[in-house]
């Protein structure tokens, strides 16, 4: 049976009389990629953010590598990484400096973050780069590095909030190789994106709508489920149905 990183149950967020995410569940499996779409407003960020213990449940209940995301919420930050469009580097620092921090933020051992800096460097062909600033390096390398700053402590899960917003076709290519091979080392990825053809790609994905959890299942059975030949027209019919802006 495969082992469940992310258990989510009756899961909820409310704001005053606004409910942001409302009563959702789902599972998600180790090494799986799990696609989790919604239009803006739909709850989707919200419902990340509880998962990355950094905004506590009204009500339900969701373990993150095993560890409860309203009492645990240190631990849940040690087993995960996180991504965000905006890459989540310090642009003024050095790529070395980048990789060191955040090996650092991750809690692990000084002398383990210089033997893996450097292999990382080695593995991204980066070992020319590693004194520049990042705010230097092209948008491409820059997204390759927050990547790989985003699992270098070989975390449980790695969360991405669109993470190849602004960057061109070809590049969004490269990147999803590199999620290919983080889940094929057994990493969970759990992934936001604006693209439908990246829903593709994922194992399974869900659809938020008005902050419940509309769809979930492989892209061919959604597609089939919707009669479409595409994820872009799953998410617009199911979009289409939202009555909050």
Known sequence: ????VINVENLS????????????SFGVT???????????G????????????LSKPTSGKATVAGFDISKETEKVKRNIGYMSQKFSLYEDLKVWENIRLFGGIYG???NEIKLKSEQ?????????????????????WKQKLAFSVSIFHKPKIVFLDEPTGGVDPATRR????????????????FVTTHYMDEAEYCNRVSIMVDGKIQALDTPNNLKQQFNVNNMDSVFSGLARTAKRT
């Open 174 to 189: 490269q990147f999803w190789e590199m999620i290919y091979d983080a889940a094929e080392q057994g990493i969970t990825i």
């Open 13 to 24: 967020k409310k704001f005053a009389s606004f409910t942001a995410v409302d009563n959702i």
């Open 42 to 53: 739909a709850g989707k960020t919200t419902a990340m953010r509880m998962l990355c213990g």
């Open 1 to 4: 049976m495969d082992e469940i």
């Open 108 to 110: 692990m051992k000084s």
């Open 120 to 140: 990382l460097l080695h593995t991204l062909g980066f070992a020319n780069e590693r004194n520049m600033l990042v705010k230097s390096l092209p948008l491409g």
């Open 30 to 40: 180790k090494g799986e990629i799990f696609g989790f779409l919604g239009a803006n």
